[in-house]
């Protein structure tokens, strides 16, 4: 398996799965780490947030889609 790495972080889980959907969209294999901490108040905050991670092969091209310059 390849090396995760983080390309976005979110305090909002709603906005993370609509990341994680718009990479998904474009055929980035997604994964959401530290999601359940969500439900625990401020926990999200003490943990740097819910964290995106993607292959890094495609790091850069997620980071572009997410920055809108797909």
């Given at each position: 398996?390849?090396?995760?790495?983080?390309?976005?972080?979110?305090?909002?889980?709603?906005?993370?799965?609509?990341?994680?959907g718009?990479?998904?969209?474009?055929?980035?294999?997604?994964?959401?780490?530290?999601?359940?901490?969500?439900?625990?108040?401020?926990?999200?905050f003490?943990?740097?947030?819910?964290?995106?991670?993607?292959?890094?092969?495609?790091?850069?091209?997620?980071?572009?889609?997410?920055?809108?310059?797909?």
């Open positions: 398996m390849e090396k995760l790495v983080k390309v976005a972080a979110f305090l909002d889980v709603n906005e993370a799965y609509l990341a994680k718009l990479l998904e969209n474009e055929g980035i294999e997604v994964h959401l780490f530290d999601e359940r901490s969500a439900v625990v108040v401020y926990t999200p003490a943990l740097g947030g819910l964290r995106l991670m993607v292959r890094q092969p495609d790091l850069a091209r997620a980071a572009s889609i997410l920055s809108g310059r797909k």
